[in-house]
């Protein structure tokens, strides 16, 4: 798979992982503690996708990098709060499992991403 087709497939992957998140949080109790964790991990994931379509769009390369380093650090934010909920919500925590794997994975394939752009020449 060239680096074309995996940022495609990444682009769906995140898509589909942000709803997945939304759609967790949605069965979640809305306990006073869970309203926060429910508002935090909902941003984070839903500011992967963003800049994940945002750095589909970018013009250079140092941009899709910085777009790509945001999607990253959003990615490990929301994986935290899917820590803390499945921590703190002991029913869901099975459900979880693999949503949270899935989450881990595409901070390696995003890291790989940013990796191999920075390490390209230009023509």
Do not use: C
Request: proline fraction near 3%.
């Amino acid at each position: 798979m060239n680096n074309e087709q995996k940022i495609q497939d990444i682009h769906e992957r995140i898509y589909q992982f942000v709803i997945r998140v939304i759609n967790l949080v949605k069965q979640l109790p809305k306990t006073p503690e869970n309203i926060i964790l429910i508002q935090q991990v909902t941003r984070s994931a839903t500011s992967m996708g963003a800049n994940d379509q945002e750095a589909d769009g970018t013009d250079s390369r140092k941009d899709f990098v910085a777009k790509y380093a945001i999607v990253r650090k959003e990615s490990k934010e929301t994986n935290y709060w899917l820590r803390v909920i499945a921590d703190t919500n002991d029913p869901f925590r099975p459900r979880m499992q693999n949503l949270m794997q899935e989450g881990k994975e595409i901070v390696k394939i995003v890291s790989s991403i940013i990796i191999k752009t920075k390490g390209k020449k230009i023509n």
